[in-house]
């Protein structure tokens, strides 16, 4: 096995799978530093693409400043645009945004500020993907996108948002999924798709890991800022998992559980309470793991 990083894998197949000769921003130099440093041409904010490149534009990022986030108006040119396939904007843009065409749809929150209406579905049934970025609580996923198109990625906070839950239980489609600040929601409850990649960031202490065991089709998965305790018994019942990622989680049990996952070929556990430690380091390395990182376990 040559790729044993499935969820790196899976992550940049949804997200950043273009080319960078098709990879644009629109703004000032200020606003799209980080991207063009990343190899973007940039647009400046007010003008049109040059006629040789709206046919290159595939990806797009648009970084306005805030006084022309106040007007809430997207650029002419982007129904224009027709071989646009992924996408990034501010929360308040989202209401006016049509394109039959768009696969990646990435929505910042830098303000809490939500946009007049929630993105229909029906403006963009082509999404398989879509990235809810905030470092705020309010406005949530709900508000900003409802119905979800069918999606295949999915990234957003949980903050305990019952609407949120309501449109998991509707994504029979979904097979990446990646999901912060859950308290101690039990959500494979409400997950009806055959998840292969799934990411759990920010947990209370009584988040049912036990129940992992329900989702067998998992063949990825990384855990960050569990507060609850992982007994390592369950990723037993989960018989195609290739990829472990354990992060900043301290109460980790039974991790000689894992030398029985008959797949498992790739395990990293990075600031756990080294849950290693004694002979259990060398037992492992001695299992032959096509990746092992666990020095800092």
Not at 37 to 54: F, K, T
Not at 90 to 96: D, N, Q, T
Request: with cysteine.
């Amino acid at each position: 096995m040559t790729d044993v990083d499935l969820f790196g894998t899976s992550r940049a197949r949804y997200l950043r799978s273009i080319g960078r000769d098709e990879f644009f921003c629109v703004g000032n130099a200020a606003e799209c530093d980080h991207y063009t440093e990343d190899g973007a041409v940039r647009i400046p904010w007010g003008r049109s693409p040059q006629l040789e490149d709206m046919a290159r534009i595939r990806d797009l990022a648009l970084c306005p400043t805030t006084a022309q986030l106040r007007k809430a108006v997207l650029p002419a040119y982007l129904p224009d645009l027709v071989n646009l396939r992924s996408l990034t904007l501010p929360a308040p843009l989202v209401a006016h945004l049509t394109s039959p065409a768009l696969t990646t749809l990435v929505i910042g929150n830098d303000d809490g500020r939500a946009p007049s209406a929630p993105l229909a579905a029906t403006a963009v049934p082509g999404l398989r993907a879509l990235m809810w970025v905030t470092s705020h609580t309010a406005p949530r996923l709900p508000q900003v996108v409802d119905p979800l198109p069918p999606l295949e990625f999915l990234h957003t906070n949980l903050t305990g948002d019952d609407a949120l839950l309501r449109q998991l239980e509707n994504l029979p489609t979904l097979r990446h999924l990646e999901l912060e600040d859950l308290k101690n929601v039990d959500i494979v409850d409400h997950l009806v798709a055959p998840l292969r990649v799934l990411e759990i960031a920010g947990t209370g202490r009584d988040f049912p890991v036990a129940g992992l065991a329900a989702i067998p089709t998992l063949q990825a998965l990384r855990l960050n800022g569990l507060r609850a305790e992982i007994d390592c018994t369950v990723f037993q019942a989960l018989p195609d998992l290739v990829q472990l990622t354990v992060l900043n989680s301290k109460r980790i049990v039974n991790v000689e559980a894992l030398l029985d996952c008959r797949k498992l070929a790739n395990i990293m556990f990075l600031n756990c309470g080294n849950p290693f430690k004694n002979d259990r380091k060398a037992l492992f390395e001695s299992h032959g793991f096509a990746n092992l990182d666990i020095d800092y376990s």
